[in-house]
């Protein structure tokens, strides 16, 4: 389980799916629990901030804010899984989101 997958799973949110670029992150999540998705982007920042250091890595690596949009229905919800999975593709980095490591995907497109 990775830093995410365990996040979510301690905060009662149910990861949709997420793909980390090299200047963002793009998840779906969806709350099942008390905790909002404030709570889940604060504890993400702040995990893996530390985790980051512990890397030496000594600079911020978030912005101060986030975006975030209701998704309200399941075109809504394979429209925006096929848009952040294929972020990579659209930036150059692979030629087929499958390729790209650093996205994952729970539910079938």
């Not at 830093?3 to 301690?10: N, P, Q």
């Not at 998840?27 to 030496?56: M, P």
């Not at 593709?89 to 390729?99: C, F, I, Q």
Request: include cysteine.
């Amino acid at each position: 389980m990775n830093i995410l997958e365990k996040i979510c799973s301690e905060g009662n949110f149910d990861l949709i799916a997420y793909c980390f670029m090299p200047d963002h992150i793009h998840l779906i999540v969806s709350s099942s629990g008390t905790n909002s998705i404030i709570d889940l982007v604060r504890i993400v920042k702040s995990k893996t901030t530390l985790a980051s250091y512990k890397y030496g890595f000594e600079r911020k690596i978030f912005q101060p804010r986030f975006f975030d949009r209701f998704i309200r229905n399941s075109e809504g919800l394979l429209k925006e899984v096929t848009y952040i999975l294929n972020n990579p593709v659209r930036k150059g980095l692979v030629d087929d989101y499958r390729n790209y490591p650093y996205s994952k995907c729970y539910i079938d497109i």
